[in-house]
């Protein structure tokens, strides 16, 4: 198989994809096409069909489909312009090819996890953390699986795990750093600040947004959950419990970003860095990873409102 990501400028391009997305647009002169991505294990890519004649076959969004065309670039990116296209055969594809996955091993991430949650000194935050991430079988399956994104960051299989651990990781760093830190309450945060991410977006190979997502989002989702289960956990602290859940509805930082809340916890605040952090570096290693060989600037970027260009070599 031929996948997207070994693809470079000027090289023929055929195979069989999954369409993730399918749009019917006009150019500025009336004509149609259609603006496609496109989508393999190894991620996904911008695909254009300009010519809509006999070559096209019927397709839709969410099929696996045949294509045949040239990569081209578009502002630094590269791009599928297809000729041909028809909807591919069964047998003629396998569909764990075409499901991104975490190049990290899911269960050591995981096991790190663990041992966050038993590093947790609090008999009430371990206790809720316990009730998720040890006790609940669906839930630890789910949470290995899921993606963190639809598209931004982290939009693979293991990709809510990895950047789980990843933000957890950079709280520690933080906890060790400021002791006036409530390091047990920051932690606690950071092993829940996403848990929504499940309900919110649909297992793959759609990854997009389920209807309460798109009504209620992740943020509030994972903060009704922890608060409902710190509400089992007998005598928890209506105090503490009031200050987890505000990290969580604080943890994208503004309000025009989806927060209900700006953080007004020191804690708080950490996570929302942490998290901001990863979300950012890990965006810019997926852009650059994607560029390949590409070193020279690659366009304007509407998430860090920048040209961006790799770091040479020398």
């Known amino acids: 198989m031929n996948y997207l990501k070994d693809y470079r400028e000027g090289q023929k391009f055929v195979g069989t994809y999954l369409c993730k997305q399918k749009q019917i647009l006009k150019t500025k002169a009336g004509k149609t096409y259609y603006s496609l991505i496109l989508q393999d294990k ?20 969410m099929d696996y489909i045949h294509c045949e065309g040239m990569v081209t670039s578009f502002q630094g ?19 764990a090819d075409y499901v991104p996955c975490t190049d990290k091993n899911i269960d050591e991430m995981y096991g790190e996890i663990l041992e966050y949650v038993a590093s947790v000194q609090n008999p009430y935050l371990r206790k809720v953390l316990e009730m998720y991430f040890t ?17 931004i960051h982290h939009s693979f299989m293991g990709g809510l795990l990895e950047h789980t651990l990843s933000v957890t990781r950079l709280c520690q760093f933080f906890a060790e750093h400021y002791p006036m830190i409530h390091r047990d309450l920051l ?41 409902e289960a710190a509400e089992k956990v007998p005598g928890f602290p209506a105090r503490l419990k009031n200050e987890l859940v505000h990290c969580i509805l604080a943890h994208h930082g503004k309000l025009e970003f989806g927060s209900p809340k700006v953080p007004a916890l020191l804690e708080a605040m950490a996570l929302h860095m942490a998290d901001n952090a990863d979300a950012k570096l890990q965006t810019l290693t997926e852009v650059f990873t994607q560029a390949g060989d590409n070193t020279g600037w690659l366009g304007f970027h509407r998430m860090f409102e920048s040209n961006l260009r790799r770091t040479s070599d020398e």
């Open 42 to 61: 190894t991620g996904t890519a911008d695909g254009k069909i300009w010519e809509l004649n006999n070559g096209i076959a019927s397709f839709e969004a």
């Open 77 to 95: 990116n590269l791009q599928m312009n297809i000729s041909r296209v028809r909807l591919s055969d069964e047998g003629e594809y396998d569909p």
């Open 187 to 227: 932690i606690t945060a950071a092993l829940f600040h996403d848990m929504g991410k499940i309900q919110e977006i649909a297992d793959f190979p759609q990854n997009d947004y389920t209807d309460g997502g798109q009504l209620l989002g992740h943020i509030y989702m994972g903060a009704k959950c922890v608060e």
């Open 135 to 151: 006790e609940d079988r669906e839930f630890i399956a789910s949470f290995k699986k899921h993606s963190a994104a639809k598209s």
